[in-house]
């Protein structure tokens, strides 16, 4: 009769049964199936088998092979050979590799080596969710050093103002831009030249960050006479005489010129010298009609105005109101000429001519001119030109030209806007 003996008896309140003693996964400790393998030894779910020429009895269990040292004998179970076994919900021995799985809640088991991600084990898969935990130092105090997406970034942390000159730069050319050690930027006035305002009477220079334009006494442009200075004063080139000359404007030579004044164009030269022409306005003259429209005669041919009187014009005469007024139509865009030969004007000191206009404020499309023999002398009319009959007196002496050498006289018309018309009744020349 054989005896048994029993040694102990262990009772687990747990899914699984250690050999051992019984284990808690919450107390911390893995069970011994978790454990990284010893040398000589193997992990079964359930039993294990003894070392080199050790016996031990026990039963056998499911859930992975085990592996006895040599010589060893079991009883009841069917160990097999091995070297480091691979137990069901177990952890692998030192030739494990992540592979995105793990057992029995083992957070271990599911380390991706990634700073940026927090890795758990949900029952038998790995989960990694990105964090913003601080990550690897980039060397750049300007940076900070964040995870974000999984990954280790380094975005700008809003304490440097810079980290070169160029990052300063304020588009002020009256400024030295400079980042400082320290990466804030530093703006320095300096005096540089800048943006030129086109004047050769201002210096244009930095000062206090802005561009100034301040007056200077260079010289400046010559005015083409001999008599004056040219020279900068208050920002402007001036030109004041330099009492070399006899004059510098025509109205210096009126103290000079011969006695009465008036019977003179007293001009002066660009070489500073008076001289003084006769304007034959203190001549003895002689009124008379340049054209007299007023009249029952037909001169619509042309060719002369009814008092006989050569006329040329570039426009088509109508003959309105009983032969009585000459009548100018221009029309939009176009312009029309009346020319007329006249007698001697000397003595004489106006022309005189009595017109209307279809419209008001028609004198500004109104030119009238002399011719002195060799060119003409246009200014333009020197009044207005009313809606009804009105005489207006254009001095002669406006024209510049000696009035014995003026052989022609002449009116432009010109519509630039919209259809107008002028009537002239007469054209006179008077004292």
Known sequence: MRRATIVGIVICLSPVIYAAGCASQEDGVLPPSLEEPRAGSSNSGGSTSGGNGGNTSGGSTSGGSTSGGTGGNTSGGAPEAGAGGTPEGGAA?????????????????????????????????????????????????????????????????????????????????????????????????????????????????????????????????????????????????????????????????????????????????????????????????????????????????????????PLVHDFEFHNLEGNAVLYLAVDTGDNATLTMDVASMAGLTNISVDILASQTNTAQYVDVGVFDGTSWVDLPFPGTIGTSYSVTNIPLLSFGVPLAAITKVRFRFESPGSLRYWRINEILATD
């Not at 001009?267 to 003084?276: E, H, I, K, L, Y």
């Open 93 to 309: 021995g030192s030739g494990w590799v992540y592979d995105g799985t793990c057992a029995n809640q083992n957070h271990a088991q599911c380390d991706d080596d990634n700073p940026c991600t927090d890795d758990a084990c949900n029952v038998t898969t790995c989960q990694h969710v990105n964090n913003t935990d601080p990550c690897d130092d980039d060397g750049d105090d300007c940076t900070a050093d964040q995870c974000s997406g999984g990954i280790c970034t380094h975005p700008d942390n809003g304490t440097c103002e810079c980290e070169e000159d160029i990052d300063c730069d304020d588009e002020n050319p009256c400024t030295d831009d400079d980042c400082l050690p320290d990466l804030s930027c530093q703006y320095t006035d300096n005096t540089d030249p800048c943006a030129s305002d086109d004047n050769s009477c201002t210096d244009d220079v930095c000062e206090g960050g802005e561009c100034k334009h301040n007056p200077n006494d260079d010289p400046c442009p010559d005015d083409g006479s001999d008599c004056t200075d040219d020279v900068c004063a208050a920002g402007a080139c001036t030109h004041p005489n330099n009492m070399t000359c006899e004059c510098t404007v025509d109205a210096d030579c009126d103290a000079l010129a011969p006695d009465p004044p008036e019977c003179t164009f007293n001009r002066c030269s660009v070489q500073g010298d008076c001289a003084f022409i006769d304007n034959d306005s203190c001549d003895v003259g002689t009124p008379f009609t340049i054209n007299n429209f007023n009249s029952s005669a037909n001169w619509t041919a042309g060719v002369t105005t009814p008092d006989g009187r």
